[in-house]
């Protein structure tokens, strides 16, 4: 019996799809007269566990392909489970994708009563919330239109705009806010944390760090199909990070090393670099990378901007010829893949030359710019020459990746991304 502080019970729940290599194995699978298999199991999700009570809002995080879409469906009862239980207190409102629902051919105006029926409520009770839903969505002009010739945001409109009201007790949201504009999404943003106040339970996936940060008291962090950690906001949240940065790629082995104390800083971890995305000549490599905070002595994945503390990047690398003139430095990246800002060694007029085949160690010291909330990736690179004519040995694409917070919104802030107080050192490993 489910406990009446509990609105979602979720048990032993996995979901098994059969794959094929060949389209025509599915038919031959049917037709065997001995039954014999031709596929393989795949599992969206395997005995995965756990409570969300009633009023949380719970934030679900992972990886493209990790389970959380078909977690949403099965409690939505658009997918059926393999084996497991799902119990739910409550009427469920949910966008689950763009136009999950939506009849194509329908205009506004049908697809709110389509809506409404599907969800048990008369045509009576229908209209009287047809003009707060077509307030909410602000596609007047569109209303006799079939929504087949809507653009992606006016389906997230209009699908938002159905399922707040419904009075919910329930709302699950799937990713179908990240095609609207920035005032929608606001507008939605103060919507549920209307629905917040009122009790409703809320399930919010996104792949936004920082809105989960803002707006989610618990998160699920799905991985492969499993349930990897559930737990407070900031907790689960900077494993995360730390995971997406490489720490733990491998879920029984850490992909970081402990260097050898002859280093100045020997308790830091470097992360191993072998899996991340690069290009070069091959004639350097980049093995490790290590984003540490100088003042408390710690590795970073989330950067508090009260603390002003002085940072530092650390890169090891092996360079496998004698290179007169080496350029070697990194970027950091927002979200977007916006170069926010960056430097390498010529650029403050700090020469490395005449280096030889070995392996080395470089540390970039800098003040931490004031950076808006949000998740950033750093790439680094090695490269020859000139800033004018270089070649470049290596470079790696997003090879760490840490959290910005701490920011009150509303503040007026002068961003500042200019790097000062930089100093670089460059030593044999």
Same mark, same amino acid.
């Given at each position: 019996?489910?406990?009446?502080?509990?609105?979602?019970?979720?048990?032993? $729940?996995?979901?098994?799809?059969?794959?094929?290599?060949?389209p025509?194995?599915r038919?031959?699978?049917?037709?065997?007269?001995?039954?014999? !298999?031709?596929?393989?199991?795949?599992?969206?999700?395997?005995?995965?566990?756990?409570?969300?009570?009633k009023?949380?809002?719970?934030?679900?995080?992972?990886?493209?392909?990790?389970?959380?879409?078909?977690?949403?469906?099965?409690?939505?009862?658009?997918? =059926?489970?393999?084996?497991?239980?799902? +119990? &739910?207190?409550?009427?469920?409102?949910?966008?689950?994708?763009?136009?999950?629902?939506?009849?194509?051919?329908? =205009?506004?105006?049908?697809?709110?009563? $389509?809506?409404?029926?599907?969800?048990?409520?008369?045509?009576?009770?229908?209209?009287?919330?047809?003009d707060?839903?077509l307030?909410?969505?602000?596609?007047?002009?569109?209303?006799?239109?079939?929504?087949?010739?809507?653009?992606?945001?006016?389906?997230?409109?209009?699908?938002?705009?159905?399922?707040?009201? %419904?009075?919910p007790?329930?709302?699950?949201?799937?990713?179908?806010?990240?095609v609207?504009?920035?005032?929608?999404?606001?507008?939605?943003?103060?919507?549920?944390?209307d629905?917040?106040?009122?009790? %409703?339970?809320?399930?919010?996936?996104? +792949?936004?760090?920082?809105?989960?940060?803002v707006?989610?008291?618990? %998160?699920?962090?799905?991985?492969?199909?499993?349930?990897?950690?559930?737990?407070?906001? /900031?907790?689960?949240?900077?494993?995360?990070?730390?995971?997406?940065?490489?720490?733990?790629?491998d879920?029984?082995?850490?992909?970081?090393?402990?260097?050898?104390?002859?280093?100045?800083?020997?308790?830091?971890?470097?992360?191993?670099?072998?899996?991340?995305?690069?290009?070069?000549?091959?004639?350097?490599? &980049?093995?490790?990378?290590?984003?540490?905070?100088? /003042?408390?002595?710690?590795?970073?994945?989330?950067?508090?901007?009260?603390?002003?503390?002085?940072?530092?990047?650390?890169l090891?690398?092996?360079? +496998?010829?004698? %290179?007169?003139? $080496?350029?070697?430095?990194?970027?950091?990246?927002?979200?977007?893949?916006?170069?926010?800002?960056?430097?390498?060694?010529?650029? &403050?007029?700090?020469?490395?030359?005449?280096?030889?085949?070995?392996?080395?160690?470089?540390?970039?010291?800098?003040?931490?710019? $004031?950076l808006?909330?949000?998740?950033?990736?750093?790439?680094?690179?090695?490269?020859?020459?000139?800033?004018q004519?270089?070649?470049?040995?290596?470079?790696?694409?997003?090879?760490?990746?840490?959290?910005? !917070? !701490?920011?009150?919104?509303?503040?007026?802030?002068n961003?500042?991304?200019?790097?000062?107080?930089?100093? &670089?050192?460059?030593?044999?490993?």
């Amino acid at each position: 019996m489910m406990n009446n502080d509990i609105s979602i019970k979720v048990q032993n $729940l996995t979901k098994v799809y059969h794959l094929y290599d060949k389209p025509q194995d599915r038919l031959k699978e049917v037709l065997h007269p001995f039954k014999k !298999s031709y596929h393989h199991d795949f599992y969206a999700l395997n005995d995965v566990n756990f409570e969300i009570k009633k009023a949380e809002t719970v934030g679900i995080i992972g990886q493209n392909g990790a389970g959380k879409s078909t977690l949403l469906k099965i409690i939505t009862g658009v997918v =059926t489970p393999t084996r497991g239980n799902i +119990h &739910i207190k409550g009427r469920i409102a949910s966008l689950l994708e763009l136009g999950a629902g939506l009849n194509p051919e329908y =205009t506004a105006i049908e697809n709110i009563y $389509l809506q409404g029926a599907l969800m048990g409520f008369s045509r009576e009770e229908m209209r009287q919330k047809v003009d707060d839903i077509l307030d909410f969505a602000d596609i007047y002009d569109f209303i006799n239109q079939p929504v087949k010739s809507y653009s992606s945001g006016m389906f997230a409109r209009l699908g938002f705009a159905i399922a707040i009201n %419904v009075e919910p007790d329930i709302l699950i949201i799937d990713e179908a806010l990240s095609v609207g504009d920035m005032l929608f999404q606001q507008k939605c943003i103060r919507k549920m944390k209307d629905f917040q106040k009122n009790g %409703v339970t809320i399930l919010f996936v996104s +792949h936004d760090i920082a809105t989960i940060n803002v707006f989610c008291e618990q %998160v699920l962090w799905i991985n492969n199909g499993e349930l990897r950690e559930y737990g407070p906001t /900031k907790e689960i949240v900077n494993k995360y990070i730390s995971c997406m940065s490489h720490e733990e790629k491998d879920e029984h082995k850490k992909q970081y090393t402990r260097e050898n104390k002859s280093w100045e800083h020997d308790e830091i971890f470097f992360h191993n670099t072998n899996k991340v995305e690069r290009f070069g000549t091959k004639e350097a490599e &980049i093995t490790h990378i290590a984003f540490f905070n100088d /003042k408390k002595r710690q590795n970073i994945s989330f950067i508090n901007h009260k603390s002003n503390d002085k940072v530092s990047i650390y890169l090891k690398f092996n360079l +496998h010829i004698k %290179v007169e003139s $080496l350029i070697v430095g990194f970027i950091i990246k927002n979200k977007n893949g916006q170069e926010i800002t960056g430097l390498n060694n010529q650029i &403050i007029r700090q020469y490395i030359n005449n280096l030889t085949p070995n392996h080395y160690f470089v540390k970039f010291s800098f003040n931490f710019p $004031l950076l808006s909330n949000g998740i950033y990736s750093i790439s680094a690179s090695i490269a020859s020459g000139t800033q004018q004519i270089h070649t470049q040995l290596d470079w790696l694409h997003d090879c760490y990746t840490f959290e910005v !917070s !701490s920011l009150e919104e509303g503040m007026n802030i002068n961003w500042v991304t200019q790097l000062t107080g930089v100093d &670089i050192e460059v030593h044999n490993a």
